[in-house]
């Protein structure tokens, strides 16, 4: 079972998740059984850097490695962009130690939405 990307019929269930969702250019779902139990999506932000956005898996889903299989999902999507050697992503405080369990480190951020995490990736040219 993987993230299919994302359709506009998501959207109500997708809120009921996350209200304040604005689905990245680059959006993928995790549905089981009709029920969309995370999502996560990605914009690149330059050449060579992308971010991770709108990341979140339901509160009854957690701990059951759903995030982590879609984050190297999505990891995989943005190696598939080419040229891309970093990736960004913004986590709330209650994501502390998600990324950074993901092969990602936590910058110094005086950012109000949340802490900054980088992950450098491998380019093959």
Same mark, same amino acid.
């Given at each position: 079972?993987?993230?299919?990307?994302?359709?506009?019929?998501?959207?109500?269930?997708?809120?009921?998740?996350?209200?304040?969702? =604005?689905?990245?250019?680059?959006? +993928?779902?995790?549905?089981?059984?009709? =029920?969309?139990?995370?999502?996560?999506? !990605? =914009? &690149?932000?330059?050449?060579?850097?992308?971010? &991770?956005?709108?990341?979140?898996? +339901?509160?009854?889903?957690?701990?059951?490695?759903?995030?982590?299989?879609?984050?190297? !999902?999505?990891?995989?999507?943005?190696?598939?962009?080419?040229?891309?050697? =970093?990736?960004?992503?913004?986590? #709330?405080?209650?994501?502390?130690?998600? *990324?950074?369990?993901?092969? *990602?480190?936590?910058?110094?951020?005086? #950012?109000? #939405?949340?802490?900054? !995490?980088?992950?450098?990736?491998?380019?093959?040219?």
């Amino acid at each position: 079972m993987d993230p299919r990307p994302y359709q506009p019929t998501d959207l109500p269930a997708c809120k009921a998740i996350l209200p304040t969702l =604005e689905a990245p250019t680059h959006f +993928h779902v995790f549905e089981h059984n009709g =029920e969309i139990l995370a999502f996560g999506g !990605y =914009e &690149i932000t330059s050449p060579t850097s992308a971010q &991770i956005k709108q990341y979140m898996v +339901h509160p009854d889903w957690r701990c059951q490695g759903i995030g982590r299989y879609l984050i190297l !999902y999505l990891l995989k999507q943005i190696s598939a962009e080419g040229n891309i050697a =970093e990736v960004r992503a913004i986590a #709330s405080s209650d994501l502390d130690g998600f *990324f950074e369990k993901q092969g *990602f480190r936590p910058l110094p951020s005086s #950012s109000t #939405s949340g802490r900054i !995490y980088t992950k450098k990736l491998t380019v093959c040219t």
